[in-house]
Nanobody, 122 residues
Framework: QLQLVESGGGLVQPGGSLRLSCAAS????????IGWFRQAPGKEREGVSC????????NYADSVKGRFTISRDNAKNTVYLQMNSLKPEDTAVYYC???????????????WGQGTQVTVSS
């Protein structure tokens, strides 16, 4: 059974850091591009970052450029999102998703994790 599991969320003060992980089971993550999305209460799900299957290319939403870094370790079947200089507006449930190619559109992704809560507050 194909499954994605996010972890690493939590409560952090503004300016702090978190590293999210997206672990895959039941399939080889290295065949897929992985996107990170987030959804805040009352808002639509939005793309945060995406990394190609090989890890050779990545893209970021303008709101997180220079603060977030996506990476992957295909040997560990895991993708990471390092989040630095966090702001209250980064508060959301963060999801990882898998598909053959990167896209900023959630509807393009077939496989999703259950999400992990990130709360940035003092």
């Amino acid at each position: 059974q194909l499954q994605l599991v996010e972890s690493g969320g939590g409560l952090v003060q503004p300016g702090g850091s978190l590293r999210l992980s997206c672990a895959a089971s039941g399939f080889t993550l290295g065949f897929y591009a992985i996107g990170w999305f987030r959804q805040a209460p009352g808002k639509e799900r939005e793309g945060v970052s995406c990394i190609s299957s090989s890890g050779g290319s990545a893209n970021y939403a303008d709101s997180v450029k220079g603060r977030f870094t996506i990476s992957r370790d295909n040997a560990k079947n895991t993708v990471y999102l390092q989040m630095n200089s966090l702001k209250p507006e980064d508060t959301a449930v963060y999801y990882c998703a898998a598909d053959l190619y990167c896209s900023s559109y959630p509807a393009s992704f077939d496989y999703w994790g259950q999400g992990t809560q990130v709360t940035v507050s003092s």
